[in-house]
């Protein structure tokens, strides 16, 4: 019988992919449910498509109109909707394409109802990272890596003890703005930062990965999901973007895993994840014709969004889920054309400052953290904005 899944987040970047892995191995998953933030025309051709059972939106209009086009789906809306459908099928795959700490709750919802999630909303570990996995631990569940970096350390780490980690090497490709200095930053705009060199993402986690948050956001998820320290874990520069990441042993040896700029081939090794590695078409790469792999250290002076997410990773409590919520408000006002490129990273260090953490938080608090955030962010935006 083929594995049940539920996708969270069916019409984003990750979203859309997953199901071209599914699509691909109909005999080993159907999807059994999927949401979206709002009714769209790739919603209606996914549901066409996949016929699921359950959809998840938003809003109760979306709803009803779902509703009336497709009498036999259950839809499902509101505040709730998305925890409902993570927790619908205790057999099933959830993968959490979610983008934003809206991701938190669905996955705690999610393992507590005793099914293993396939992550790749990052937001998710940096907010709430120890709550949701001590959830998975006492549920006896998995929290499988989705992003290319995890994916990447959790095939160098399979079958190796963790006390013979000596550290653990993330790669970067260093954005668009690699080689920049924060003079020649200063009036960069919405185009030059989603010009990534080499995948094609959604805008926000574009942006983060211009002002290289996206690498502090996975360090700190690193940590979480392998239970190593954050002084065990950097950082590198790699512009080629085929070393996905690395694991340095204590007996010398560095295992690397290397693959294609393709989001499949990591999300097609996470939904296999327990029945082992199956034969794909997926892109294969060339190293004759790549020739040269290259590493740099990266310039934290000019990005100093690293720094910061380690720092606050170290603080711990509630600190993390600030810096993402912050992050997430800011990165979206420079879309807007709100706030300069150089201001997001600036903004999202005040915000943590200004931020009395609460340590072992409740959900509840952590949510708490990261509306207050949210609230301050905007409001120190809304400032800036009035006073040009």
Not at 243 to 252: A, K, P
Request: charged share 20%; net charge negative.
């Amino acid at each position: 019988m083929s594995k049940a899944l539920i996708l969270l987040g069916c019409t984003g970047s990750i979203g859309r992919q997953t199901l071209d892995v599914v699509c691909a191995n109909r005999d080993a998953f159907h999807i059994a449910g999927v949401s979206a933030r709002r009714l769209s025309e790739s919603l209606l051709a996914t549901i066409r498509e996949i016929k699921p059972d359950v959809v998840a939106v938003e809003s109760e209009t979306d709803a009803k109109r779902l509703a009336d086009e497709f009498p036999g789906l259950t839809v499902f809306s509101g505040s709730s909707a998305l925890k409902r459908l993570a927790a619908l099928d205790q057999s099933a795959l959830v993968v959490n394409a979610l983008s934003g700490s809206i991701g938190i709750e669905p996955t705690l919802a999610a393992l507590t109802n005793g099914c293993d999630v396939a992550l790749a909303n990052k937001e998710t570990l940096v907010a709430a990272g120890q709550l949701v996995m001590e959830t998975a631990r006492l549920r006896g569940v998995d929290v499988i890596p989705v992003d290319s970096e995890h994916v990447a350390l959790a095939q160098c780490l399979n079958g190796n003890s963790l006390r013979s980690v000596e550290k653990l090497l993330i790669t970067a490709s260093g954005g668009p703005f690699r080689g920049k200095t924060r003079a020649e930053l200063k009036d960069v705009t919405v185009e030059q930062a989603l010009a990534h060199p080499n995948w094609s993402m959604g805008s926000k986690i574009t942006v983060d990965s211009a002002t290289l948050m996206n690498k502090g956001l996975e360090i700190l998820e690193a940590h979480h999901l392998f239970q190593i320290p954050l002084d065990q874990i950097e950082a590198l520069i790699h512009p080629q973007s085929i070393v996905h990441s690395m694991v340095q042993f204590r007996d010398g040896a560095m295992m690397a895993q290397l693959g294609a700029h393709d989001m499949r081939i990591p999300i097609h090794y996470a939904l296999f994840y327990k029945q082992g590695r199956k034969d794909s078409q997926l892109p294969r790469i060339n190293l004759l014709e790549i020739g040269q792999l290259t590493f740099e250290q990266p310039d934290f002076i000019t990005f100093p969004a690293v720094t910061l997410a380690m720092q606050c990773g170290k603080m711990g409590g509630t600190i993390p889920a600030v810096m993402n919520a912050a992050n997430e408000v800011a990165a979206h006002a420079f879309l807007r054309g709100e706030l300069a490129y150089l201001k997001i990273i600036e903004m999202v260090s005040a915000v943590v400052e200004a931020h009395t953490p609460t340590y072992n938080p409740t959900l509840e608090e952590i949510l708490d953290a990261d509306r207050l955030a949210r609230d301050e962010t905007e409001k120190r935006i809304r400032k800036q904005v009035e006073m040009h």
